[in-house]
């Protein structure tokens, strides 16, 4: 399994944002893909996932629900994290990871270490 996220940039607060995933080497009938962000010298924050094969199951960290949306295209094996009202205190870099087991506890999907495969990580910068 290869991960590649890109997308990321200088944008200012209130701007939008989307970061795209690009999946590949694997197959993803029921991985749980997720998106995670980290500001040095904390630890990696879970930031949403989506179940690859039912797009309708999501999950959102609390931080970012209202604002942020994880979506997936099948076709083109994309996972995508739209980023709406977008501030400051979102400044980090992000990843995105897959579990390709797809455990379907979704209080997992938050814990990194649900995760064996991660991408490369993209900055994203908000200005204020």
């Known amino acids: 399994v290869q991960l590649q996220a890109f997308g990321g940039g200088l944008v200012q607060a209130g701007d939008s944002l989307r970061l795209s995933c690009a999946a590949s080497?694997?197959?993803?009938?029921?991985?749980?893909m997720g998106w995670f962000r980290q500001v040095p010298g904390k630890e990696r924050e879970f930031v949403g996932a989506i179940q690859w094969s039912t797009a309708s199951t999501t999950l959102l960290a609390d931080s970012v629900k209202g604002r942020f949306t994880v979506s997936r295209d099948l076709a083109k094996r994309m996972v995508y994290l739209q980023m709406n009202s977008l501030k400051p205190e979102d400044t980090a870099v992000y990843y995105c990871a897959c579990d390709p087991i797809g455990n379907v506890d979704r209080r997992t999907w938050t814990r990194p270490d649900t995760y064996g495969y991660w991408g490369q990580g993209t900055l994203v910068t908000i200005s204020s």
């Open positions: 080497g694997g197959s993803f009938g029921s991985a749980i």
